[in-house]
Each structure stands twice: as structure tokens, then as C-alpha cells.
């Protein structure tokens, strides 16, 4: 349990949206210091985003997630009060999760816990949303735990999928959630410091 202001890391490996408006977001808060970008992919358009936030990045190769010398040290160093994962596509080892109980949290495009597990992230979700002929769709924001997309719900907003609606037409609905909720749900989340217990 930290006095002071609280940190938070993020981890992407994409192009950012999401990330760069909770840095945002977190930054004009004034609850809490983003102390990391963490990256599993060179070029990714976070990064960019990160940087010109002023926003240290960590880049790091996918079997460096998994070893606790490496990421788990960074971890052990910036010590956050969360971890947020924004667009990150790799699972999380289990030895982070225990180290980090509630602490982590995800979006997923979909209103889980349909269209959720391996395999599900980005486009792939709405176009599995659009061959199942779901009248609705939306976002999960929820806790991380060692399965894919299984932890605690946090909160769900829901749009409608119109017949004529394209793939890319649903991840654009999609999309304007996450933007209007996920930062603020974030900041909440930092505000409420229950984190770990
Ligand atoms: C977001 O739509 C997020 O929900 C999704 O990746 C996108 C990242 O976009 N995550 C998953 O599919 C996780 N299973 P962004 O890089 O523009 O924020």
C-alpha cells in the first residue's frame, strides 16, 4: 500500500487508442502517476503515443514475460497500485497475476463471456459477433485471473448490431465505448484504492 500519489502501468501491444486516453486521463487526474508503458512489440504505435505522453517505455520480447528476472523484476521496481492492459495480447503469467490479486484488469471487445477465450482479440471478435447474428455487443472491463477472459466482471456497456452492420462498423461501435469508459472506469478504480484486498 503506497501514501502517496498511486502509479499504474499499462501493457499494449497495439496501436494504443485506448492506451493513450487512460494515460491521458490518469495524467489530468491527478490521482496517480503513470509510471510504465509496457510493449512486447517493437514499432507498435503506442509507443509513439507513450513517448510523446512522456511516459517511459519497457519493451520487452514475449518470452521475457514469462521470466521473473525480467518483467517480473521491472515489475518488483515500479511496484504500481494497478496494471491496466490495453490491447495486450499475450496472457499473463500466473506468477504476476498472484503477485498482483485484483490489481490487473482488461478490456475485452465483447460482452463476455461470450466471444471470449484464446484466440479472441481485435477484429476476430467482431466478426465472430457478426456470424452469430448477436443483436447486441459490447465491452467488459474485468479483473485478470490465470484463464483468458474469466476474472471478475468490473462493468459491461452494450451497443446494438443492426443486420446491415459490417464487422468493422461493430469494432467502431465498440471502439466509442471503450473510449467513453475505460479511462474513467480506470480512475475510479485508482480513487476507490481497495486494490489487494
Ligand atoms: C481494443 O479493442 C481492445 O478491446 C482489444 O484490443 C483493442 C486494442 O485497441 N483487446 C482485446 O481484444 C483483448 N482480448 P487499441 O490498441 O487501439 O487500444
Given at each position: 500500500m503506497s501514501y502517496g500519489l498511486k502509479k499504474i502501468i499499462l501493457f499494449a501491444s497495439g496501436s494504443g487508442t485506448n492506451a493513450e486516453k487512460i494515460m491521458?486521463?490518469?495524467?489530468?487526474?491527478?490521482?496517480?502517476?503513470?509510471?510504465?508503458?509496457?510493449?512486447?512489440?517493437?514499432?507498435?504505435?503506442?509507443?509513439?503515443?507513450?513517448?510523446?505522453?512522456?511516459?517511459?517505455?519497457?519493451?520487452?520480447?514475449?518470452?521475457?514475460?514469462?521470466?521473473p528476472e525480467v518483467v517480473g523484476q521491472w515489475l518488483q521496481e515500479d511496484a504500481p497500485d494497478l496494471i491496466v492492459l490495453a490491447g495486450f495480447l499475450r496472457k499473463i503469467p500466473e506468477f504476476i497475476v498472484s503477485e498482483f490479486p485484483r490489481?490487473?484488469?482488461?478490456?475485452?471487445?465483447?460482452?463476455?463471456?461470450?466471444?471470449?477465450?484464446?484466440?479472441?482479440?481485435?477484429?476476430?471478435?467482431?466478426?465472430?459477433?457478426?456470424?452469430?447474428?448477436?443483436?447486441e455487443t459490447g465491452i467488459t472491463i474485468h479483473y485478470v485471473n490465470p484463464a483468458y477472459d474469466e476474472g471478475a466482471i468490473i462493468f459491461q456497456a452494450k451497443t446494438p448490431v443492426t443486420e446491415s452492420d459490417t464487422p468493422e462498423e461493430i469494432a467502431r461501435k465498440v471502439q466509442i465505448l471503450e473510449h467513453k469508459h475505460y479511462p474513467r472506469v480506470v480512475v475510479e478504480l485508482l480513487k476507490e484504492g481497495n486494490h489487494g484486498q
Open positions: 491521458q486521463q490518469v495524467q489530468s487526474s491527478g490521482v496517480a502517476h503513470v509510471a510504465a508503458l509496457y510493449c512486447n512489440v517493437a514499432g507498435a504505435g503506442v509507443i509513439e503515443r507513450a513517448k510523446t505522453l512522456k511516459v517511459p517505455v519497457r519493451l520487452f520480447e514475449n518470452n521475457q514475460l514469462n521470466d490489481k490487473i484488469v482488461n478490456i475485452h471487445p465483447a460482452l463476455l463471456p461470450r466471444f471470449g477465450g484464446k484466440g479472441m482479440y481485435g477484429m476476430h471478435v467482431h466478426r465472430a459477433v457478426k456470424e452469430s447474428g448477436a443483436l
